[in-house]
């Protein structure tokens, strides 16, 4: 059994890559390693959209309404 230790996170990299591009292709590699960045700027997106139309007050008012 091996003994699990942490690397530092280049050789993390490094290995990850080599594996996957070993079993997928470079191809697939790349297109795998976008898609959680795609996803992070939708969120991003959604979230800058729901700030544009945030009523700051009344968001206050709501979550402070017990301290006062």
Known sequence: M???KFINEEELLHKAIGILT???GPLETSRFLSISNKRREESIKRHNRWQATLDKKM???EVFKNER
């Open 2 to 4: 091996r003994d699990n």
């Open 22 to 24: 070993e079993k997928l």
């Open 59 to 61: 968001l206050f008012d």
